[in-house]
């Protein structure tokens, strides 16, 4: 590959998951630094969930989480999947940042301030894309098995869950994780490293 040549990384992603949020601005820093295409994707963790044994509060929450995905998958079908990377943006600030609930006005005010047109926030309430979900979903978690969340990415052929990390790695810092996360997802028969969080996640 040539030096300037860009990488494609595939990132599969839930709006709701604060973690994989954190990881997607990480990817962005990347992106500023180092020739890589970032393809965004739609996973669900309401799909991942639906047959495990899980706290109820838990399960009660995923019951929100299908309303996001779904206006997801709409505006990828109508517009196509260059669509789906400011549509989460807009998304995950509103979800995140201003700590608004995933309600309708806050589907049509992302679509809107993505430049699609808010009325795809109806497919929040509508199962009509809930096979090309689970489709999306299976493609991301297939890569990488069902013992993971979000989000999913993978990139030069091989996939992982994560990174999690908080605070947002920035500029260089990003990009050392990035070579990081390479050298051990590119290394025969690695398969995990994990510690138990001690933070909150950091959205700044």
Not at 16 to 37: F, H, Y
Not at 82 to 108: A, I, M, N, P, S
């Amino acid at each position: 590959m040539a030096k300037d040549a860009s990488t494609s990384v595939d990132f599969w992603f839930d709006p709701l998951c604060p973690w994989a949020w954190i990881t997607s601005r990480w990817i962005l820093e990347v992106e500023k630094l180092r020739p890589i295409d970032v393809r965004w994707h739609v996973m669900s963790l309401a799909v991942l969930n639906e047959d495990k044994d899980i706290p109820e509060g838990y399960r009660r929450m995923l019951a929100d989480a299908w309303g996001p995905v779904r206006v997801c998958i709409a505006a990828e079908q109508k517009y196509g999947p260059e669509v789906l990377g400011r549509l989460y943006t807009e998304l995950g600030t509103r979800r995140h940042h201003d700590k608004q609930k995933f309600d309708r006005e806050l589907l049509e005010a992302s679509l809107t301030a993505a430049g699609l047109d808010p009325a795809l926030a109806s497919a929040a309430e509508s199962a009509e894309y809930d096979d090309a979900l689970r489709a999306s979903h299976k493609d991301g978690i297939d890569r990488v098995g069902q013992e993971v969340g979000t989000p999913v990415i993978e990139v030069e052929g091989h996939a992982f869950f994560g990174p999690v990390v908080t605070p947002i790695p920035r500029g260089e810092a990003a990009v050392k994780l990035f070579d990081g996360v390479l050298a051990v997802a590119g290394t025969d028969g690695f398969f995990e490293l994990k510690r138990t969080r001690t933070r909150d996640p950091i959205f700044d």
